[in-house]
Each structure stands twice: as structure tokens, then as C-alpha cells.
């Protein structure tokens, strides 16, 4: 934990990293070559076949490293929305005669509803929902290109499928291709280190952590599925251009878990990943042509190798090497600090920073919490305590709005919260903690800061990723683990990982800090320690609403405390004086 | 009016299989946390068990019990193969398995069999009874029997039985179950078994109304898993009511709608109750504590 030093500000230049364009200069080098390349080397049909397919395919399996591998949502329907990009080609430019661009965007925007709105009506439920309603659209999406003749021309397919008059040689049309593979691909591996991208792997680890730090869980989900419909629909429209033909059996279930099994194989997690699985998968069978000769036995297969892979190998052939990388990043020296970190709690309300008036939670018959009042004054320690099973937490998880208030109103900061979504209450100021700790366990300490310095509406974070290292470095040093930013959660210690988890909720500058049970598991050096930090914190004017059950130090740390009983308020006042009510005292002791 | 009593009765029937296997559906998700994406295989494995069986000479009881019994070994080793080893990791690792599961065994048997639908005949010599106006298929008539004892059966065995009561108390607490002496990985093991026979037992009852074929296992457990959510997911009498629920709202929808997409039914309904009333008819289980 935190030596006081760790808290003198280190003299250092700010962080300035070099453009982006600059530092991916050799990727770009690297993707024009293979353009160049594409577009000059003479392959015979067989292998330039092989190279288009494995290029489209690639950028539909992008898509699944986006909702699949960041997001951890499942999609069983790739090929349906590969299929929706496919037949806006092929429909578009022979049925229309429609240009080929126009035919193409539109693909793209028709996958990008489709997927949008399966997620609008699923991602607010758990995964097997996803699971099997992707499952049936893909079932209606090969029904009807079978059974609408009309519009799809059924079982025939859509022959003689025209493409670009600038690409028309199948030799510049699969260049084109490669530049659209890697312009996709910088896209996605990019993507993982925007804002987006961080929500996405915020909501992948810890949904409840997500919403209050900030993230609106499910409009995340909607993003990263509906992109990953998108880049599907780009890739179906295409290949749709190069093959010239398209039907209604190469877009069916089977070949959505063949793209699942291509992003599973080289690694969920990374467009790299995704690159290997699909060149494995689609030149394997080439080698293995003879299996294709047993219909099913190829499939059967690929389904062996979705269990073997998941069991053996789950972060498939590209996590090996990601392994060593976050290895290797682990012992990079930290970013520098340039100075302490400044809590400046916003102060637009009155002296009253928490107002709860009359708030119940019931659980069918339970009262779980009871018409409770609590006034949290500005710039204090406030400590809600009870025996087990009074209703503090649960009155801590209304209050952040994991549940919803049976009745009674909350108003933070002169801001009525009560109806708002988690992440609209973090938006308004309101930081936690939780009593079992919630981290994003495949990231680094610094990552899981920065989520919480991203905190819609902070102002003391500036524009841009720099200044954003720059804050959450601020925090880490702050609580003392600013040396070790760039290791995995998972090599913390539990109290070391409690600090990261108030150093995230204090870099998003909040106006009331809610702390659940920090001194829970923590050994008595360390709740020294702890009491040390809050008073660092509460000098800096922030208020902090505490539970605990540790009552050396909610007296020593706390200038009001509220006790619960039954989810009903039995005493609030000074501490010394509600810790000597009888009440309070018949409570935790029992009465005569 | 005729038509609808005719339609009914058939809806009641194709119904009752997808209540079978929604059932089948809900015991493994209760039990383990997971759905299992490979039950409707277990249909159709059972359904193609039927047909080698009888082809290969054996009465109609006889080659029932065969397949049966080879359900039984098939629920087992896909408990061992598939959900056992992940049984420690999240869900997502799980389901994927299960779906590859499905794969593996869909493909298995086409690889084995060919794509050639197969016919099973059916149990009963008297294809049916002409009832006033209703024509009441023998077929149809042995499932919905079938299914009416065995939620009589379910209801004894998981509340008047030892081993029911134990199987209830795993699917609620495992680390209290396991604590009180009970062998959690018996009773996942014996759940495993269980849903295997029933998803087993409900494509051999429907066999020989449908064609026996590879699609017929992802046809059916789709929608016992529409099911699943019309009544509430989870839920044991949620589960039976929405597999009828279903099967008579697409038999309408095929008669007066279309036929073609008979299969989208199903999917239309569950979209709108996704939308409209995601904790089905019958409430769904809380959300995860924090």
C-alpha cells in the first residue's frame, strides 16, 4: 500500500506520445505490399479463388472478433448477414441494374439494421437468449432466400453478378479486396484502444462494473454486434462481386459456424487471430479435399475441433503469442506522473450532497430496505452501518441503481437520480466501490483507470488518450500502486486490488464516493493503510458514503453515521453519540 | 370451425414433443447454468437409433428400449466430453461447446447415413379415430399420453422422491448440496441422462409424423427453446405450456398463413416476446447480485 512519498509529485515531462499514423507506419507498408502484390502476381484461377475467398471471409470474421472476442457476445448468424450483403450485390446489380458502390454501401446498411435490431431486442438479456435468436434469424434468412423466388430467384442463386467498371480484371478486383481486408483490419485492431473499444472489453469482464463506471452496458452490446453485422455484410457483398454467382446454400448455418470456428481457432481476441483461423481453415480443407467427398464428415469436423479448441486452447493459436506480449508489457516501466491527483468534487447543489427521502426496496413480501432517510452533508466521511442483513448494501445498490427503488426519491447533488440507469448516475456524479471486488480481470491496472477516468461529464481529464494515461497514472500513484500499472489484475494482491478499484472510481473525479465494505478481507497494516487514504481523499474535499462493519474505523474515519436494522433507519446522527444509542447498541449486542 | 378442432389437436400434438425437449432444455439449464444447444441432437439421434433398430429386425418395444438405452449412454458421454471439462469456466466457453457438440453429431450421423430422409412407421397398427367432426391420429394421440404421464411422473419424482429432492437442491446450491453429503457431479451426471432419455423419447414419438433427417434435431430444439421463453425461462410448467403454446400457433400459422415458412412461426413469436415480455408467462429468475 501507499508510502506517503509515493504521493509527492515526480517531477516528469507530460506523456506525448507520437501520432498514431506514425507509430502504424509499418503496418501500412506491410498492407501495400501485399496490395501491390495482389494486384501483379499472376496466380492461376484455383489459388486466386482460394485468396479471394480467404480475404472476404477474413473481414466477416473481424466482425466476430469484435462482438465475440471484445465484447464476449455470441453470434451464430454471420452468415446471414454475410448472405444480406451478398444478395444486395447480386440482386442490386443484375434485378436493379444499381451500381456496384451503391448496391455495396446499401448491403452494409441493411446488415447494420438487421444486426442493430436483433441486438435492440436480445442484448438486454443473457447470452443464450443471443445464442438462439441469432440461431433462428439465421434459419428465416435462408428460408426465405429458398423460398421467395420472386426476390431472391430461390435454390438458382443470383447468377452473372457484376462488379465496379474501375475493378473489373479479377486480378485488380482481389486487390482491391486486400486493401479493403487491411483497411478493415487496422480499423478493428485499433479498436480495442478507443473509448469504444474499452467499454467493449469493460462489458465482456464485468457487466456490473461497467454501468457504474460510466458505460452504458447495453448500448455497448448494440455497437459491437451491429459492427460486427456490418463488417459481415461488407464481406458477403464482397465476395457476392467476386465469385459473380451466389446462392442460397452458401450463406447457411453451417457456413456461420464456419466463420465461428475460423475466429476461434486463430483467436477471438484479435484480428490477427482472426487472419490465421480463416487462412487455416480455408486452405486445410483445400489439403483435405477427400473428406468433402463423405457429405457431413468435414462438418462433423469442424465441430470436434469448436470442442477440442474450447477445451485445449481457449484463447486459440494467436493467444500464445498475445500471452508473451502481455508478459513482455507487464515489465515496461509505468507512463510517468506529472503531478498529484486533484479530486475537485463539482459543487452545483447545497450543502446536502446525498438527499434519500423515504426510499424502499421490497423483494416480493421482503422489505429488504424500508422508507430510509439519509442526508449526506458536503464534504464529510458519512458511514451507513448495520448488522447483517439490515439492508446496507442493498440500499447502496439502489442508490447506484443496480436495483430499481420500490418508492422514495434520490437526489445527488440537486439532481434527481432515482430513475436513472447506472451509468447515467455515474454520468452525474456518483463513484462506487463493491464489497466483492469488480475489475476487469483481462486488463491492466492502468486500463481498468482509465475506464473510470473516461467518465462522461469529467472535468479534470483533458482531450485525448494522453491525457487520459496522464489521469489515471494520477490515481494509481495516488493510491500507491503507480509503479505497477502495466501488470494484469490478476498478479494484484485483494487489498492491493480494493485500491485499484477506489483508484478507478476517484480518476472519474466523482462527487460522492460510495465505498462497500472496504475494509473487508483487508489485514490490519492494510486498514491502517486504508484509513490513511480516506482521510488523503476526504482532505481533498470529496465525500464519501461508507459501509463497513469494522467499527474502529467507521469511528475514527466518520463525522455522521446512519444505522440500519430490519431495512428500517433506527438511529443518525454524530458518531459518538449514535454509537452510545441504545438502540444502536441492542442491535449489534442484543438487548436484556 | 371443423378445420380449427382438426388443427388444434394436431398443434396440441406437435406441441407436446416441444415440450418434451424444452423440458429437457430446462433440467440441464437449472442443473448446470447452461442452455444445452445439443438437445435437439439428442432427438434426432434417437429418432435414427429407432430406425437401425428396427431395420435390424427388432420389435417395435425392443428396438424402443435400444434406442432409449443408447440415449442414456449418449447423455452421459456428452456430460464427460463436453460439459464436464468446462463445468469451472463461464458460460460462453460452454455453450460453444455444446453448439459444437450439435455439429459434431448432426454431421456424424449424415456422414454415416446420407442425407436420404428415413421413415419410421409408427407405433399402432389402427392409424386412428374419426371423433364427431376430429380426426384423432393414433400418433398424435400416443404423445400427448406420453407427455401428460410424464408431468404427471416429473412431478412425483423431483418433489415426492429422495433423489428428485436432490437433484432440486444441486440445481439451487451446488456448494450447499455438496456440503450436506450430496455427490453434485452424480447429480449433474444423472440430469445429463435424464434430459438425454426425454429429448430422445420426444423424437422418437414424433418420427414417424415427420421425416426422420438430420435437420429435424435444430428444427425441433429451436423451438422448444422458443418455448423455453414463452413460458419462462427456467420454468418446468412454463416450459410444457409454451412447447403447446407454439406448436398450435404454428399448425394455424401453416393452415392459414403460409407454408413455406411454417419454421418462422416460431421465431416471430419469439422476437415479440423478447421485445414485449422477455420474463415470459411465468416470471424469470432474478438478476445476478452484486
Known amino acids: 500500500m501507499s508510502a506517503p512519498s509515493d504521493n509527492m509529485p515526480i517531477p516528469a515531462p507530460a506523456i506525448r506520445s507520437k501520432p498514431l499514423v506514425v507509430r502504424h507506419l509499418p503496418y501500412f507498408i506491410g498492407a501495400a505490399i501485399l496490395v501491390v502484390l495482389a494486384a501483379n502476381m499472376n496466380f492461376d484461377g484455383y489459388v486466386h479463388n482460394i485468396l479471394l475467398q480467404a480475404t472476404t471471409f477474413a473481414i466477416a470474421v473481424f466482425g466476430l472478433s469484435v462482438v465475440l472476442g471484445l465484447c464476449g457476445q455470441i453470434n451464430l448468424a454471420q452468415a446471414a448477414f454475410f448472405g444480406l450483403g451478398a444478395y444486395a450485390v447480386g440482386m442490386g446489380t443484375t434485378d436493379l441494374q444499381l451500381s456496384f458502390w451503391l448496391c455495396l454501401v446499401g448491403g452494409c446498411l441493411i446488415s447494420l439494421l438487421a444486426g442493430a435490431f436483433l441486438g435492440m431486442s436480445t442484448l438486454r438479456l443473457g447470452g443464450h437468449y443471443l445464442a438462439m435468436v441469432t440461431i433462428s434469424f439465421q434459419q428465416i434468412v435462408t428460408l426465405v432466400m429458398i423460398n421467395a423466388i420472386w426476390l431472391t430467384r430461390g435454390p438458382d442463386g443470383v447468377p452473372n453478378i457484376k462488379r465496379p467498371d474501375l475493378f473489373q480484371s479479377s486480378q485488380s478486383y482481389l486487390a482491391f479486396c486486400v486493401a479493403m481486408l487491411a483497411i478493415v483490419g487496422y480499423l478493428v485492431w485499433h479498436l480495442s484502444d478507443t473509448k469504444l473499444g474499452r467499454a467493449m472489453r469493460a462489458v465482456r469482464d464485468n457487466e456490473l462494473a461497467a454501468g457504474v463506471n460510466g458505460i452504458d452496458v447495453f448500448r455497448t452490446k448494440i455497437y459491437a454486434f451491429a459492427l460486427c453485422a456490418l463488417l459481415g455484410g461488407l464481406a458477403g457483398g464482397l465476395f457476392a462481386g467476386g465469385f459473380a454467382y451466389v446462392s442460397p446454400d452458401q450463406f447457411s448455418f453451417a457456413e456461420s459456424i464456419v466463420f465461428l470456428t475460423m475466429s476461434l481457432l486463430g483467436g477471438v481476441a484479435s484480428p490477427i487471430g482472426s487472419a490465421i483461423g480463416t487462412g487455416l481453415l480455408i486452405l486445410i480443407p483445400e489439403w483435405l479435399r477427400f473428406l468433402k467427398s463423405v457429405p457431413g464428415l468435414y462438418l462433423a469436423i469442424y465441430g470436434l475441433f469448436v470442442i477440442l479448441i474450447i477445451r485445449f486452447m481457449p484463447d486459440g493459436i494467436w493467444g500464445f503469442v498475445a500471452d508473451a506480449f502481455t508478459r513482455w508489457r507487464a515489465k515496461l516501466p509505468a507512463p510517468p506522473v506529472a503531478g498529484a491527483l486533484h479530486l475537485k468534487p463539482a459543487m452545483t447543489g447545497g450543502d446536502i450532497v446525498l438527499e434519500v427521502i423515504g426510499l424502499s426496496k421490497h423483494f416480493g413480501g421482503l422489505k429488504a430496505v424500508d422508507g430510509v432517510d439519509i442526508a449526506v452533508k458536503r464534504g464529510g466521511v458519512h458511514a451507513l452501518i448495520g448488522p447483517n442483513g439490515s439492508g446496507k448494501t442493498t440500499t447502496l445498490n439502489v442508490l447506484s441503481g443496480l436495483y430499481v427503488a420500490t418508492s422514495g426519491r434520490i437526489v445527488l447533488d440537486g439532481t434527481d437520480i432515482t430513475h436513472m440507469p447506472p451509468h447515467q448516475r455515474t454520468a452525474s456524479g456518483l463513484g462506487r466501490t463493491f464489497q466483492n471486488i469488480r475489475l476487469f480481470r483481462s486488463m491492466t491496472a492502468l486500463e481498468n483507470v482509465e475506464i473510470g477516468a473516461e467518465r462522461p461529464g469529467n472535468t479534470m481529464v483533458g482531450k485525448g488518450d494522453d491525457a487520459l494515461t496522464e489521469r489515471a497514472m494520477e490515481a494509481l500513484t495516488f493510491v500507491g500502486l503507480g509503479s505497477r500499472a502495466n501488470e494484469l489484475i490478476s498478479s494484484f494482491s485483494y487489498g492491493h486490488q480494493r485500491l485499484i478499484e477506489i483508484a478507478r472510481a476517484l480518476a472519474s473525479n466523482p462527487t460522492l464516493l460510495l465505498l462497500d465494505e472496504p475494509a473487508a478481507g483487508l489485514n490490519s497494516t492494510e486498514k491502517l493503510e486504508l484509513h490513511e487514504l480516506l482521510k488523503r481523499i476526504a482532505a481533498q474535499g470529496l465525500t464519501i458514503l461508507i459501509i463497513d462493519h469494522d467499527m474502529t474505523l467507521v469511528s475514527e474515519a466518520a463525522q455522521h453515521i446512519t444505522v440500519l436494522n430490519f431495512g428500517r433507519r433506527i438511529a443518525d446522527g454524530e458518531s459518538m453519540a449514535v454509537l452510545r444509542h441504545p438502540d444502536v447498541v441492542s442491535a449489534y449486542l442484543g438487548s436484556e | ?290
Open chain 2, 1 to 290: 370451425m371443423d378445420l380449427a378442432l382438426q388443427l388444434l389437436f394436431t398443434g396440441i400434438g406437435i406441441g407436446a414433443v416441444y415440450s418434451l425437449v424444452a423440458l429437457g432444455f430446462v433440467l440441464i439449464f437449472r442443473a448446470t447454468n447452461v442452455v444445452n444447444f445439443a438437445q435437439g441432437e439428442f432427438s434426432m439421434v434417437a429418432a435414427y437409433l429407432m430406425v437401425v433398430a428396427v431395420e435390424a429386425g427388432l420389435p417395435y418395444w425392443a428396438a424402443f428400449i435400444v434406442a432409449l438405452l443408447g440415449m442414456a449412454l449418449l447423455g452421459a458421454v456428452f456430460n464427460l466430453g463436453v460439459y464436464y471439462p468446462l463445468r469451472h469456466r463461464s458460460y460462453l466457453p460452454v455453450i460453444i461447446a455444446t453448439i459444437g457438440a450439435s455439429i459434431l453429431l448432426a454431421n456424424s450421423v449424415l456422414a454415416i447415413y446420407g442425407p436420404q430422409p428415413q421413415v419410421l412407421e409408427g407405433w399402432f397398427e389402427t392409424p386412428g379415430i374419426q371423433v364427431g367432426p376430429v380426426y384423432l391420429d393414433s400418433q398424435y394421440l400416443l404423445i400427448i399420453g406420453v407427455t401428460i404421464c410424464l408431468v404427471i411422473f416429473n412431478f412425483w419424482f423431483f418433489e415426492k422422491t429422495l433423489l428428485g429432492k436432490k437433484l432440486q437442491a444441486t440445481s439451487q446450491d451446488k456448494e450447499m448440496a455438496s456440503l450436506l453429503g450430496i455427490s453434485v457431479s452424480t447429480m449433474i451426471m444423472i440430469t445429463f441422462i435424464y434430459s438425454a432419455v426425454l429429448g430422445g423419447l420426444a423424437g422418437i414419438l414424433v418420427a414417424p409424423v415427420l421425416f426422420v433427417s438430420i435437420q429435424m434435431g435444430s428444427t425441433i430444439a429451436l423451438k422448444a427453446f422458443a418455448a423455453t421463453i414463452i413460458g419462462g425461462f427456467g420454468d418446468v410448467a412454463g416450459a410444457i405450456i409454451g412447447g403447446l403454446a407454439l406448436g398450435v400457433i404454428e399448425t394455424f400459422g401453416a393452415a392459414y398463413v403460409s407454408v413455406p415458412y411454417k419454421d418462422g412461426f416460431a421465431f416471430l413469436v419469439l422476437i415479440a416476446f423478447l421485445i414485449f415480455r422477455p420474463q415470459g408467462i411465468f416470471g424469470e429468475r432474478v438478476a445476478e447480485k452484486a
